[in-house]
Every structure is written in structure tokens, then in C-alpha cells.
């Protein structure tokens, strides 16, 4: 069964740093793109960033960019989001999601894990 | 950027009733569009890829459809159970938009 399992959110103070890791399980998780999506409080969906699947090609929402750095290792079958210079704005459920298909990262998103939440306040 | 712009932002229909939700695409992103469901609490579930391929397990109710840059999402008979959140995202290039959302809810 394929299964992610977001771990690190919790709270911090305003231009703080946080990193956010997935645990993947379940697939080839080499072969895949995988995503960062959040979900501010009563709000809807915002896609944060993308990494392929060997890591060399990343891509950010203009709303983190300079401040989120995504990566993964793939011989821990984990992908990660390294989140500086945090703001209010960035408070949400942080969910990972692998790509549907291989070889490009230009696929939606099947398999989505439960979420860790980020909380930034003084 | 891409903007994706989702209709309704909220409904109410009844039981049975036909619903469609749509979502128009500021510029050509070809079949690139899916449509997510997010019950209330819930993680997001993929329901529909490339426009219109309904995912494994979900109802033959829902469908998919694009003219042009505007998509569909239509459910046929609405059923309690899909009280929800429904959401589209293009992933022709980055970033990966999703539109703002539609809540459904029953009469």
C-alpha cells in the first residue's frame, strides 16, 4: 500500500525555520515527482512546490520562493521541505503528495499523505 | 502565471440533482487539469485526471469535460455523501494553480 507520513510542524515564532519531512512507502519512490501543498485555516488549497524525481528539478509557488528549499533522499525514501524566515501567512496543514506518473514532474497528484500542521505566532 | 478560476465558490442543490462546477483556465493548458474532493476534516482524494479520466473507485456519477480552457466537474445525482469541497489544479507547468474551491452542499 502506498502510504506518506508527514512529520515535523508544530510552533514558531515568526522568522523562524521549520523542516517539514515525508516518509514514503509503498512505490518506487525514486521514479516519482512528489509535491508540498498547504492549507491555511478555512482556506483552500495552495500547491507550494514540486521536486523530481531524481531531485534535480524543483519548482516553488512565487509565495515561498527564496524562503522554502524542497528536497528529498532518496535512499530514505523521504522528501523534505526546509521553511526559513516563516511568516504568519505561512500557518497551514502542510500536506506531501506523489506524482501520479513517472518520468516528468507535469502530473497531478493520487496519493496524498495526512498532513503535519505549522503554526507560526509569537 | 496561470490563473484558474473556479465556480461557484459554494452551492446548494438536492438529492438527485444534477451539479456542475467549473473551472476556466486563464490561458491553453490542453487536458492538464484535475479535480480533487475534500470532505469536511478530510485529506484531499484525487478523483479525476487529463480532464475527464475518472480515478478507480470513484462513482460513475462524477465525470470530467473541458471545452476549450473551461473544465467541468459534474456530478449526475447528487448524493449526501458528496457533501464537500471540490477543487481543480492545471499541472501544465509550474506553478501547479489550484482554483479556489467549491462547496457543495445539499438542500
Known amino acids: 500500500e502506498v502510504q506518506l507520513l508527514e512529520s515535523g510542524g508544530g510552533l514558531v515564532q515568526p522568522g523562524g525555520s521549520l523542516r517539514l519531512s515525508c516518509a514514503a512507502s509503498?512505490?518506487?519512490?525514486?521514479?516519482?515527482?512528489m509535491n508540498w501543498v498547504r492549507q491555511a485555516p478555512g482556506k483552500g488549497l495552495e500547491w507550494v512546490s514540486v521536486?523530481?524525481?531524481?531531485?534535480?528539478?524543483?519548482f516553488y509557488a512565487d509565495s515561498v520562493k527564496g524562503r522554502f528549499t524542497i528536497s528529498r533522499d532518496n535512499s530514505k525514501n523521504t522528501l523534505y521541505l526546509e521553511m526559513n524566515s516563516l511568516r504568519a501567512e505561512d500557518t497551514a496543514v502542510y500536506y506531501c503528495a506523489k506524482a501520479q506518473g513517472t518520468m516528468t514532474i507535469y502530473y497531478d497528484m493520487d496519493v496524498w499523505g495526512q498532513g503535519t500542521t505549522v503554526t507560526v505566532s509569537s | 502565471d496561470i490563473q484558474m478560476t473556479q465556480s461557484p465558490s459554494s452551492l446548494s442543490a438536492s438529492v438527485g440533482d444534477r451539479v456542475t462546477i467549473t473551472c476556466r483556465a486563464s490561458?491553453?493548458?490542453?487536458?492538464?487539469l484535475a479535480w480533487y474532493q475534500q470532505k469536511p476534516g478530510k485529506v484531499p482524494k484525487f478523483l479525476i485526471s487529463?480532464?475527464?479520466t475518472l480515478q478507480s473507485g470513484v462513482p460513475s456519477r462524477f465525470s470530467g469535460s473541458v471545452s476549450g480552457t473551461d473544465f467541468s466537474l459534474i456530478i449526475s445525482s447528487l448524493q449526501p455523501e458528496d457533501v464537500a469541497t471540490y477543487y481543480c489544479?492545471?499541472?501544465?507547468?509550474?506553478?501547479?494553480?489550484f482554483g479556489g474551491g467549491t462547496k457543495v452542499e445539499i438542500k
Open positions: 487529463a480532464a475527464s
Open positions: 490561458q491553453g493548458i490542453s487536458h492538464y
Open positions: 521536486i523530481s524525481g531524481r531531485g534535480g528539478n524543483t
Open positions: 509503498g512505490f518506487t519512490f525514486s521514479n516519482y515527482a
Open positions: 489544479q492545471k499541472y501544465n507547468s509550474a506553478p501547479f494553480t
